[in-house]
């Protein structure tokens, strides 16, 4: 019982923290961005540096820290993660991609995780304009792989991506906390 | 909602809770400041550590039509594709004035922060009597005293600050109104019309409707 009025006012709490004056929507507690290869496209663009195409955008919502436990506390082990907060993670690419072998042909995904102390497993998943991971469907992923854990010394407050060029891959590094992952995609 | 109506007390508390909550100044052990490369967000540039990328001072955001699309989606997995997507980003006011603070009467704006802010329109659409192909567009505004030229433009993945106006797809001027609020937030939301949605452009006491027939 006293789950379930926690869970009302939580519910509620969120419902309201969206709503703002004159009822439009308030700005989010955990903020959109977009990251890209080549890194800071766009910016490139506009001063006329770029020496390659645009090749994959993410858009992703920042969750923060503040205080608490995230991976194996509020990201629980061996769960469905979002990978980020409100709206599904998008990941779309502008020509086609290869992850784990598998050919992706271009266009969006929505991309998602399962986080373990070792291993994160990735999936890029076809339904996309959808919310969190509560109606992710398996019979929709495009691939999934798994990924080992690497600890990072300077911990980051909130979620954050970032594309990173090695060899002939380019990661998607996602870091959180103290750890971070990098799925290797290549073109 | 006639639950909310009964519990408005215990809500206003709430709400009072969370937003006092949001204000609660930053504790981090290490604190370094951390500028985002447009100059327009240098005035208060959030600090933190962060090795990869800092968080924007006027965050990003997302608006459907239909208004909380993944939300309903939700609820019901087998919904129509949506009729349009906006992506944007949201400076605010930090006690500047609007007009001759942030923005220049007359002078191209694009309508968010940062990246030039994206519409995407999953079917074709009709503004002002001209048909929108379905696609991805950027959309630009130029406020004026008395009305505001809003443009949709093709240069799609692109930063805000440089818009090539031979790459227009439409230019559409819309009146403007005051409102009895002010929102401290840049805010757009589509709201349903009979034969479409209006896309609410407001900022500041400024509200500015674009409407979109589909």
């Known amino acids: 019982m006293i789950k379930n009025i926690f869970s009302f006012a939580f519910v509620l709490l969120a419902t309201f923290s969206a709503i703002g004056q004159s009822g439009l929507p308030a700005v989010d507690k955990s903020p959109m961005d977009m990251c890209y290869y080549p890194v800071r496209y766009p910016n490139l663009k506009a001063q006329d540096k770029l020496t390659e195409p645009l090749a994959v955008r993410v858009i992703y919502s920042r969750p923060k820290k503040e205080g608490r436990a995230i991976f194996g506390g509020l990201v629980e082990y061996g769960k469905l993660w979002r990978l980020g907060a409100n709206e599904a993670t998008e990941i779309e690419f502008y020509k086609p991609a290869i992850i784990a072998g598998k050919k992706i042909p271009k266009g969006r995904y929505t991309l998602y995780a399962i986080v373990n102390e070792k291993t994160w497993t990735f999936i890029i998943n076809k339904e996309t304009d959808t919310w969190g991971s509560f109606k992710y469907s398996q019979a929709k992923d495009v691939v999934r792989t798994d990924v080992p854990v690497q600890s990072q010394t300077e911990p980051a407050e909130s979620l954050t991506m970032v594309f990173e060029k090695e060899n002939q891959n380019t990661n998607l590094v996602v870091a959180w906390e103290n750890v971070k992952c990098a799925l290797p995609v290549s073109f | ?86 992506i944007y980003s949201r400076p605010h006011l930090q006690r500047r004035a609007l007009f001759n603070g942030i923005l220049k009467y007359d002078e191209p704006w694009r309508l968010g922060a940062n990246e030039a802010s994206e519409i995407n329109f999953y079917k074709s659409v009709t503004i002002q009597g001209k048909k929108i192909p379905a696609g991805r567009y950027i959309i630009y505004g130029i406020p004026h005293n008395d009305k505001w030229t809003i443009i949709l433009n093709s240069n799609i993945d692109s930063w805000g600050l440089k818009q090539d106006a031979s790459k227009d797809v439409g230019r559409f001027e819309i009146p403007v109104s005051t409102n009895s609020v002010s929102l401290e937030y840049f805010t757009m939301v589509f709201e349903k019309t009979d034969n479409g949605a209006d896309l609410v452009i407001a900022w500041a006491d400024i509200v500015a409707r674009l409407p979109i027939q589909f």
């Open chain 2, 1 to 86: 909602m006639k639950i909310v109506k009964q519990q408005a007390p215990f809500l206003l508390a709430l709400v009072l809770l969370t937003f006092g909550c949001e204000q609660k100044p930053k504790v981090e052990p290490v604190a370094e400041k951390v500028t985002t490369p447009d100059t327009s967000n240098k005035q208060q540039a959030e600090i933190t550590v962060n090795p990869y990328a800092s968080v924007d001072v006027s965050p990003m955001d997302m608006s459907y039509f239909p208004v909380d699309y993944p939300k309903i989606k939700m609820a019901n997995a087998n919904i129509p594709p949506p009729v349009a997507r906006l």
